[in-house]
Protein backbone atom coordinates (compact mmCIF):
# COMPACT_ATOMS: atom_id res chain seq x y z
CA UNK A 1 0.00 0.00 0.00
CA UNK A 2 1.15 3.44 -1.19
CA UNK A 3 0.25 5.90 1.97
CA UNK A 4 2.44 8.98 0.76
CA UNK A 5 4.50 9.89 -1.65
CA UNK A 6 6.89 12.74 -1.74
CA UNK A 7 8.32 14.33 -4.84
CA UNK A 8 9.08 16.42 -7.11
CA UNK A 9 5.74 17.78 -9.54
CA UNK A 10 6.66 16.87 -12.91
CA UNK A 11 2.99 18.03 -14.42
CA UNK A 12 -0.21 19.35 -13.07
CA UNK A 13 -3.32 18.14 -14.64
CA UNK A 14 -6.82 19.48 -14.69
CA UNK A 15 -7.05 16.72 -11.85
CA UNK A 16 -4.13 15.52 -11.00
CA UNK A 17 -0.49 16.07 -10.63
CA UNK A 18 2.35 13.71 -12.35
CA UNK A 19 4.65 13.55 -8.98
CA UNK A 20 8.77 12.51 -9.77
CA UNK A 21 9.80 10.89 -6.69
CA UNK A 22 13.40 9.62 -7.56
CA UNK A 23 12.90 9.14 -11.07
CA UNK A 24 9.84 7.78 -11.16
CA UNK A 25 6.03 9.86 -12.38
CA UNK A 26 2.86 8.80 -10.06
CA UNK A 27 0.00 9.70 -11.64
CA UNK A 28 -1.56 11.50 -8.32
CA UNK A 29 -5.59 12.35 -8.61
CA UNK A 30 -5.92 15.48 -6.26
CA UNK A 31 -9.50 17.80 -5.26
CA UNK A 32 -9.48 20.99 -6.92
CA UNK A 33 -9.14 22.42 -3.44
CA UNK A 34 -5.48 20.34 -3.08
CA UNK A 35 -4.79 21.06 -6.90
CA UNK A 36 -4.63 25.28 -6.11
CA UNK A 37 -2.73 24.64 -2.72
CA UNK A 38 0.27 22.68 -4.41
CA UNK A 39 3.41 24.72 -5.48
CA UNK A 40 4.06 24.91 -9.42
CA UNK A 41 6.23 22.35 -11.44
CA UNK A 42 9.33 21.42 -10.40
CA UNK A 43 9.03 22.29 -7.01
CA UNK A 44 8.91 19.58 -3.84
CA UNK A 45 5.46 18.06 -2.79
CA UNK A 46 3.93 15.71 -0.50
CA UNK A 47 0.66 13.69 -0.57
CA UNK A 48 -1.25 11.73 1.64
CA UNK A 49 -2.24 8.88 -0.85
CA UNK A 50 -4.97 5.96 -1.12
CA UNK A 51 -4.30 3.09 -3.72
CA UNK A 52 -7.88 2.35 -5.42
CA UNK A 53 -7.21 -1.24 -7.40
CA UNK A 54 -9.58 -2.09 -9.86
CA UNK A 55 -9.55 -5.23 -12.35
CA UNK A 56 -8.46 -3.11 -15.37
CA UNK A 57 -6.12 -0.11 -13.88
CA UNK A 58 -4.58 0.95 -9.95
CA UNK A 59 -5.59 5.08 -9.94
CA UNK A 60 -3.48 6.82 -6.71
CA UNK A 61 -5.50 9.74 -4.67
CA UNK A 62 -3.93 12.69 -3.10
CA UNK A 63 -4.76 14.61 0.02
CA UNK A 64 -2.48 17.33 2.12
CA UNK A 65 -3.66 15.97 5.39
CA UNK A 66 -3.81 12.73 7.04
CA UNK A 67 -7.60 14.27 8.38
CA UNK A 68 -8.58 14.42 4.52
CA UNK A 69 -7.47 11.51 4.02
CA UNK A 70 -9.90 9.84 6.40
CA UNK A 71 -12.47 11.33 5.36
CA UNK A 72 -11.48 10.20 1.79
CA UNK A 73 -11.99 6.93 3.59
CA UNK A 74 -15.23 7.33 5.25
CA UNK A 75 -16.94 9.30 2.52
CA UNK A 76 -16.62 6.01 -0.14
CA UNK A 77 -17.95 3.42 2.71
CA UNK A 78 -20.84 5.04 1.28
CA UNK A 79 -22.72 3.27 -1.51
CA UNK A 80 -22.70 5.24 -4.25
CA UNK A 81 -19.77 7.48 -3.00
CA UNK A 82 -16.95 6.68 -5.21
CA UNK A 83 -13.47 7.75 -4.91
CA UNK A 84 -14.04 10.68 -7.83
CA UNK A 85 -17.29 11.96 -5.52
CA UNK A 86 -15.31 11.64 -2.57
CA UNK A 87 -12.50 14.01 -4.35
CA UNK A 88 -15.46 16.77 -5.42
CA UNK A 89 -17.14 17.03 -2.08
CA UNK A 90 -13.76 17.45 -0.07
CA UNK A 91 -12.98 20.10 -3.18
CA UNK A 92 -16.25 21.35 -2.58
CA UNK A 93 -16.19 21.77 0.90
CA UNK A 94 -13.05 20.82 2.76
CA UNK A 95 -12.82 18.16 5.47
CA UNK A 96 -13.89 20.81 8.28
CA UNK A 97 -16.69 21.98 6.03
CA UNK A 98 -17.72 18.55 5.57
CA UNK A 99 -17.58 17.78 9.13
CA UNK A 100 -19.93 20.48 10.14
CA UNK A 101 -22.44 19.81 7.65
CA UNK A 102 -22.69 15.97 8.42
CA UNK A 103 -22.43 16.93 12.38
CA UNK A 104 -25.41 19.44 11.59
CA UNK A 105 -27.66 17.17 9.18
CA UNK A 106 -27.11 19.85 6.37
CA UNK A 107 -27.91 17.65 3.14
CA UNK A 108 -27.66 20.80 1.25
CA UNK A 109 -24.45 21.76 1.55
CA UNK A 110 -23.15 18.64 0.67
CA UNK A 111 -25.17 18.99 -2.82
CA UNK A 112 -22.45 21.86 -3.88
CA UNK A 113 -20.18 19.38 -4.63
CA UNK A 114 -20.48 18.79 -8.44
CA UNK A 115 -22.79 15.32 -9.33
CA UNK A 116 -23.89 15.14 -5.98
CA UNK A 117 -27.40 14.99 -6.16
CA UNK A 118 -30.27 15.54 -2.73
CA UNK A 119 -30.62 11.54 -2.50
CA UNK A 120 -27.23 11.10 -2.33
CA UNK A 121 -26.33 14.19 -0.13
CA UNK A 122 -29.11 12.76 2.33
CA UNK A 123 -27.90 9.35 2.29
CA UNK A 124 -24.41 10.64 3.43
CA UNK A 125 -25.75 12.86 5.97
CA UNK A 126 -27.69 10.10 7.15
CA UNK A 127 -25.00 7.20 7.24
CA UNK A 128 -22.10 9.27 8.98
CA UNK A 129 -24.21 11.24 11.56
CA UNK A 130 -22.33 8.80 14.18
CA UNK A 131 -19.67 9.40 12.72
CA UNK A 132 -18.40 13.20 12.52
CA UNK A 133 -17.87 13.74 16.10
CA UNK A 134 -15.05 11.60 15.91
CA UNK A 135 -13.44 12.42 13.01
CA UNK A 136 -14.17 16.57 14.04
CA UNK A 137 -12.26 15.49 17.61
CA UNK A 138 -8.95 14.31 15.98
CA UNK A 139 -6.21 16.65 17.16
CA UNK A 140 -3.52 15.43 14.44
CA UNK A 141 -0.07 15.31 15.52
CA UNK A 142 1.38 15.01 12.34
CA UNK A 143 2.01 19.02 10.59
CA UNK A 144 -1.41 19.96 9.31
CA UNK A 145 -0.47 20.09 6.00
CA UNK A 146 1.84 16.84 4.05
CA UNK A 147 3.75 20.39 2.35
CA UNK A 148 7.23 20.51 3.26
CA UNK A 149 8.96 17.52 3.12
CA UNK A 150 12.14 17.07 1.18
CA UNK A 151 13.45 14.30 -1.40
CA UNK A 152 17.49 13.64 0.49
CA UNK A 153 18.40 13.21 -3.72
CA UNK A 154 16.59 16.37 -4.48
CA UNK A 155 17.77 19.53 -3.33
CA UNK A 156 15.27 22.06 -4.44
CA UNK A 157 13.44 24.40 -2.16
CA UNK A 158 10.79 23.54 0.11
CA UNK A 159 7.53 25.61 -0.69
CA UNK A 160 5.77 27.43 1.90
CA UNK A 161 2.53 25.74 3.08
CA UNK A 162 -0.90 27.57 0.68
CA UNK A 163 -2.62 29.27 2.79
CA UNK A 164 -5.44 27.17 1.93
CA UNK A 165 -9.02 28.66 3.49
CA UNK A 166 -9.92 27.09 7.57
CA UNK A 167 -13.67 27.34 8.54
CA UNK A 168 -12.93 25.04 11.82
CA UNK A 169 -9.39 25.08 14.37
CA UNK A 170 -9.41 21.43 15.27
CA UNK A 171 -7.79 22.12 18.69
CA UNK A 172 -10.57 23.89 19.86
CA UNK A 173 -13.28 21.64 18.47
CA UNK A 174 -11.68 18.77 20.71
CA UNK A 175 -11.39 20.78 23.33
CA UNK A 176 -15.09 21.60 23.10
CA UNK A 177 -16.34 18.51 22.40
CA UNK A 178 -14.14 16.77 25.21
CA UNK A 179 -15.72 19.28 27.64
CA UNK A 180 -19.11 18.51 26.59
CA UNK A 181 -19.13 15.01 26.32
CA UNK A 182 -17.63 15.46 29.86
CA UNK A 183 -20.76 16.88 31.12
CA UNK A 184 -23.22 14.08 30.00
CA UNK A 185 -23.51 15.13 26.11
CA UNK A 186 -24.00 12.51 23.53
CA UNK A 187 -20.94 12.69 21.11
CA UNK A 188 -23.66 13.38 17.99
CA UNK A 189 -25.50 16.26 20.24
CA UNK A 190 -21.80 17.74 20.95
CA UNK A 191 -20.87 17.35 17.78
CA UNK A 192 -24.04 19.32 16.39
CA UNK A 193 -23.81 22.11 18.75
CA UNK A 194 -19.93 22.34 18.68
CA UNK A 195 -20.67 23.23 14.38
CA UNK A 196 -23.06 25.56 14.97
CA UNK A 197 -21.31 27.64 17.55
CA UNK A 198 -18.21 27.42 15.04
CA UNK A 199 -20.48 28.37 11.66
CA UNK A 200 -21.24 31.40 13.93
CA UNK A 201 -17.82 32.48 15.53
CA UNK A 202 -15.33 30.19 13.61
CA UNK A 203 -12.32 31.75 15.58
CA UNK A 204 -13.30 31.28 18.76
CA UNK A 205 -11.57 29.88 21.48
CA UNK A 206 -12.27 26.73 23.46
CA UNK A 207 -13.68 28.61 26.24
CA UNK A 208 -15.69 30.59 23.98
CA UNK A 209 -16.69 27.84 21.88
CA UNK A 210 -17.83 25.81 24.78
CA UNK A 211 -20.08 28.54 26.31
CA UNK A 212 -21.95 29.03 22.91
CA UNK A 213 -22.13 25.16 22.40
CA UNK A 214 -23.96 25.15 25.99
CA UNK A 215 -26.13 28.10 25.59
CA UNK A 216 -27.27 26.00 22.01
CA UNK A 217 -27.75 22.50 24.21
CA UNK A 218 -29.63 24.11 26.82
CA UNK A 219 -33.41 23.45 27.23
CA UNK A 220 -35.60 25.81 25.36
CA UNK A 221 -38.43 27.38 27.30
Known amino acids: MIGKLTGVIDMRGQDHVLLDVRGVGYIVYVSDRTLMGLPGRGEVAALYTDLVVREDLLQLYGFPTLL ?77 SAQGAVLDAEPAPVPAAPAAPVTLRPNATADAMSALTNLGYGPSDAARAVAEAQAVAPDADPAALIRAALRLLAPKG
Request: charged share 20%; proline share 6%; glycine share 10%.
Open 68 to 144: EKEWHRVLTSVQGVGAKASLAILGALGPEGVARAIALGDSSALRKAPGVGPKLALRIANELKDKAPALMAVMETAPA
